[in-house]
């Protein structure tokens, strides 16, 4: 069973850091795009960095210069820095890959459990 298993997230005061990281795991052929979406209460989701296989990355403007997001390729897994966190970076975050399937076509997108960021002023 494919799944996307996240880990890293916390409470920290403002000015501080986490690393978010998240791993594919189970029968798959290949990763593509992944990214890191949030949803703090209230507010609409958005997206907040992704990176293509080759390595090209897209940040929301918000969190240019403070986080930064990286992929091993290899471990199938995805990173996220956060540096100067801000009490508006509190929000849920999630993982998110599109996989190629063992079949060699198929292409799903999977969502992780989430994982909380809070950051306290």
């Known amino acids: 069973q494919v799944q996307l298993v996240e880990s890293g997230g916390g409470s920290v005061q403002s000015g501080g850091s986490l690393r978010l990281s998240c791993a594919a795991t189970?029968?798959?052929?290949?990763?593509?795009?992944m990214g890191w979406p949030r949803q703090a209460p209230g507010k609409q989701r958005e997206l907040v960095a992704l990176?293509?296989?080759?390595?090209?990355?897209n940040y929301v403007d918000s969190v240019k210069g403070r986080f930064t997001i990286s992929r091993d390729n290899a471990k199938k897994s995805v990173y996220l820095q956060m540096n100067s966190l801000k009490p508006e970076d509190t929000a849920a975050y999630y993982c998110n890959a599109d996989l190629r399937m063992t079949d060699g076509s198929t292409i799903r997108s999977y969502w992780g459990q989430g994982t909380q960021v809070t950051v306290s002023s």
């Open positions: 990176i293509t296989s080759g390595g090209s990355t």
């Open positions: 189970g029968p798959m052929f290949s990763v593509y795009t």
